[in-house]
């Protein structure tokens, strides 16, 4: 080592500039390493430096841009991997498109700035990664005294059933013991969630059943380090709180759940069929048993590496006219969902690894080209788009990306009379099927414009024989004249009874919707939403029943032409 500190070339050499310089042509290995040694410790006093202020002293704030496309268990997994110091992330959560956590660790924050760049994603494209010093995160600010600490673990230790390892926390705000002593806990003030979960962390390390009903949630930010504080807990209810996406659940992946509750919550109303609520649930917890009390079937496991040409009579597939009915069924529940739902609950359809892309003809003819203008800026034209990089962001890979992109289009109305679909190959594990047609904009400043769309789907099998994107093309234009001569009145019919009340605007929406994906008449499907209280899964539950019973007499459907 003395020999080392004696030469000039390490002496003197400013590290801020020349370090790189040094690692590429440097080739004694002792002289490397100290180079590296040294300029860590001088970052490391810088970056203390930088925390002058007690308040902010070793808190540091790690930023990954577009991090919310990776999975929370692989991106800390890999950066864990290449950091060369051990360190704890602190509020890991997603902000828009970024992941983001703390760490409390001026050695640890160093380190990670050299994992930066380190890190390969599935396309190989490098992950950058920022850190800059920070205040104490608001979500770990302790704002309850060591008295208030002390109150709030004794009500939890009151609320735990040692027997069944399981702790009741509904309606926790409301707590006697805790209102007696002004203690506000409000679950979704993050650190108030940090508190309970430092304090389950300590006290109940062996948790395996956590209810967190009836808290008002209406996000899952500060809950999401339950995975690493509470890494025994299989049963998790949710009920009754006020989630209305179910992406809020995929803060919480990781967790080996076997049983959850979900029922009451405002997103579980988007799904139209049961089968596609599960699949979007276990999108995100595979090992999942039961759901809201039921009992699942075994997820059923697709291999899509090995497909196999078939007749498309053979036995137990289903013959053409069974798969044909599927795949109307099918663009049925996308498109009502897609108009009248929340788009974010399509996730449940898209394969992990799905792609999306979206293509705008130019047309020079066109009476109003800039009518098009917002969808002009998603389209992704291979033959006019020469950037590589703008050709890949516009390719959406992965599922959540593809939910995100459809979600900011038009809001539309899908003419299901103008459909024609056409199933082009029909493979074993690969269904290719594209669908055409019209569709009005229903908001915006164009509002009232038809397009005309072609869609191109390619799906492998899904579970109780629904279908699963892999592959998803959009290209849309603008209608020509016959198009929009032909195409069918979209606006909602207005539903009223001289002897009922005025339906509102959403209850007309849920009735026609009913409507079409049942084909009942109007009338017959407000009635059964009417006797389930407007509960429409629940409504299709008990339509799909007396329809497989022949309980539903042939005056209740529409006579087809």
Same mark, same amino acid.
């Given at each position: 080592?003395?020999?080392?500190?004696?030469?000039?070339?390490?002496?003197?050499?400013?590290?801020?500039?020349?370090?790189?310089?040094?690692?590429?042509?440097?080739?004694?290995?002792?002289?490397?390493?100290?180079?590296?040694?040294?300029?860590?410790?001088?970052?490391?006093?810088?970056?203390?430096?930088?925390?002058?202020?007690?308040?902010?002293?070793?808190?540091?704030?790690?930023?990954?841009?577009?991090?919310?496309?990776?999975?929370?268990?692989?991106?800390?997994?890999?950066?864990?991997?290449?950091?060369?110091?051990?360190?704890?992330?602190?509020?890991?959560?997603?902000?828009?498109?970024?992941?983001?956590?703390?760490?409390?660790?001026?050695?640890?924050?160093?380190?990670?700035?050299?994992?930066?760049? *380190?890190?390969?994603?599935?396309?190989?494209?490098?992950?950058?990664?920022?850190?800059?010093?920070?205040?104490?995160?608001?979500?770990?600010?302790?704002?309850?005294?060591?008295?208030?600490?002390?109150?709030?673990?004794?009500?939890?230790?009151?609320?735990?059933?040692?027997?069944?390892?399981?702790?009741?926390?509904?309606?926790?705000?409301?707590?006697?013991?805790?209102?007696?002593?002004?203690?506000?806990?409000?679950?979704? *003030?993050?650190?108030?969630?940090?508190?309970?979960?430092?304090?389950?962390?300590?006290?109940?390390?062996?948790?395996?059943?956590?209810?967190?009903?009836?808290?008002?949630?209406?996000?899952?930010?500060?809950?999401?380090?339950?995975?690493?504080?509470?890494?025994?807990?299989?049963?998790? #209810?949710?009920?009754?709180?006020?989630?209305?996406?179910?992406?809020?659940?995929?803060?919480?992946?990781?967790?080996?759940?076997?049983?959850?509750?979900?029922?009451?919550?405002?997103?579980?109303?988007?799904?139209?069929?049961?089968?596609?609520?599960?699949?979007?649930?276990?999108?995100?917890?595979?090992?999942?048993?039961?759901?809201?009390?039921?009992?699942?079937?075994?997820?059923?496991?697709?291999?899509?590496?090995?497909?196999?040409?078939?007749?498309?009579?053979?036995?137990?597939?289903?013959?053409?006219?069974?798969?044909?009915?599927?795949?109307?069924?099918?663009?049925?529940?996308?498109?009502?969902?897609?108009?009248?739902?929340?788009? *974010?609950?399509?996730?449940?359809?898209?394969?992990?690894?799905?792609?999306?892309?979206?293509?705008?003809?130019?047309?020079?003819?066109?009476?109003?080209?800039?009518?098009?203008?917002?969808?002009?800026?998603?389209?992704?034209?291979?033959?006019?788009?020469?950037?590589?990089?703008?050709?890949?962001?516009?390719?959406?890979?992965?599922?959540?990306?593809?939910?995100?992109?459809?979600?900011?289009?038009?809001?539309?109305?899908?003419?299901?009379?103008?459909?024609?679909?056409?199933?082009?190959?029909?493979?074993?594990?690969?269904?290719?099927?594209?669908?055409?047609?019209?569709?009005?904009?229903?908001?915006?400043?164009?509002?009232?414009?038809?397009?005309?769309?072609?869609?191109?789907?390619?799906?492998?099998?899904?579970?109780?024989?629904?279908?699963?994107?892999?592959?998803?093309?959009?290209?849309?234009?603008?209608? #020509?004249?016959?198009?929009?001569?032909?195409?069918?009145?979209?606006?909602?019919?207005?539903?009223?009874?001289?002897?009922?009340?005025?339906?509102?605007?959403?209850?007309?929406?849920?009735?026609?919707?009913?409507?079409?994906?049942?084909?009942?008449?109007?009338?017959?499907?407000?009635?059964?939403?009417?006797?389930?209280?407007?509960?429409?899964?629940?409504?299709?539950?008990?339509?799909?029943?007396?329809?497989?019973?022949?309980?539903?007499?042939?005056?209740?459907?529409?006579?087809?032409?």
């Amino acid at each position: 080592m003395r020999v080392v500190h004696e030469d000039p070339k390490v002496r003197y050499s400013p590290y801020a500039t020349q370090c790189n310089k040094q690692r590429r042509k440097w080739r004694n290995e002792g002289k490397i390493h100290v180079a590296v040694w040294r300029d860590t410790n001088r970052r490391e006093r810088e970056m203390e430096q930088d925390t002058q202020d007690g308040a902010m002293q070793s808190w540091f704030k790690v930023t990954i841009p577009f991090g919310r496309k990776y999975d929370k268990t692989w991106l800390m997994n890999s950066i864990q991997r290449h950091c060369i110091v051990p360190f704890t992330p602190i509020d890991f959560h997603y902000d828009k498109n970024r992941a983001r956590f703390f760490v409390q660790d001026a050695r640890a924050a160093s380190a990670l700035k050299d994992v930066s760049y *380190r890190i390969c994603n599935e396309q190989g494209r490098k992950i950058l990664l920022t850190v800059i010093p920070s205040s104490i995160p608001y979500s770990v600010q302790n704002k309850f005294t060591a008295e208030q600490m002390e109150q709030l673990k004794l009500t939890m230790k009151k609320r735990y059933d040692v027997s069944q390892q399981s702790l009741d926390l509904q309606k926790l705000r409301f707590d006697p013991d805790l209102k007696g002593q002004k203690i506000d806990m409000v679950l979704n *003030r993050r650190y108030c969630m940090f508190a309970t979960l430092q304090i389950i962390q300590r006290n109940f390390p062996e948790l395996s059943s956590l209810n967190l009903c009836n808290n008002k949630l209406y996000g899952l930010d500060g809950l999401s380090d339950v995975v690493e504080k509470a890494p025994q807990v299989k049963i998790l #209810n949710l009920s009754k709180n006020q989630l209305k996406s179910a992406l809020e659940l995929n803060k919480l992946k990781g967790m080996k759940l076997e049983e959850l509750w979900l029922e009451g919550n405002p997103f579980c109303r988007i799904f139209l069929d049961q089968s596609v609520y599960v699949s979007a649930i276990r999108d995100c917890f595979p090992t999942l048993l039961r759901l809201d009390g039921q009992e699942l079937s075994p997820p059923v496991a697709i291999d899509i590496d090995a497909p196999v040409l078939i007749n498309p009579y053979k036995e137990g597939y289903g013959g053409s006219e069974s798969l044909k009915n599927i795949v109307l069924r099918f663009l049925q529940e996308y498109y009502l969902t897609y108009d009248y739902g929340d788009r *974010r609950s399509l996730l449940s359809v898209y394969h992990d690894e799905a792609c999306f892309s979206l293509t705008i003809p130019f047309n020079p003819s066109d009476p109003d080209p800039n009518s098009l203008c917002d969808y002009f800026k998603h389209s992704r034209n291979m033959k006019n788009l020469k950037d590589s990089f703008l050709q890949e962001q516009l390719l959406k890979h992965k599922k959540l990306d593809i939910v995100d992109s459809l979600s900011v289009l038009p809001k539309t109305q899908h003419d299901f009379s103008s459909f024609f679909m056409d199933m082009w190959l029909q493979m074993e594990t690969m269904l290719c099927f594209s669908v055409n047609g019209v569709f009005k904009e229903v908001e915006g400043k164009s509002q009232g414009c038809v397009r005309a769309f072609t869609r191109t789907f390619i799906a492998t099998p899904g579970s109780n024989s629904s279908l699963c994107i892999v592959n998803d093309q959009l290209f849309v234009r603008n209608a #020509n004249p016959d198009e929009i001569r032909r195409v069918c009145p979209i606006p909602l019919p207005t539903i009223c009874s001289s002897s009922k009340p005025t339906l509102s605007q959403e209850q007309q929406q849920m009735v026609q919707a009913f409507s079409v994906q049942s084909g009942m008449k109007v009338e017959w499907s407000q009635k059964c939403l009417e006797d389930n209280e407007w509960n429409y899964t629940r409504a299709g539950q008990i339509f799909t029943t007396l329809q497989t019973e022949g309980k539903i007499p042939e005056e209740a459907f529409t006579k087809m032409p």
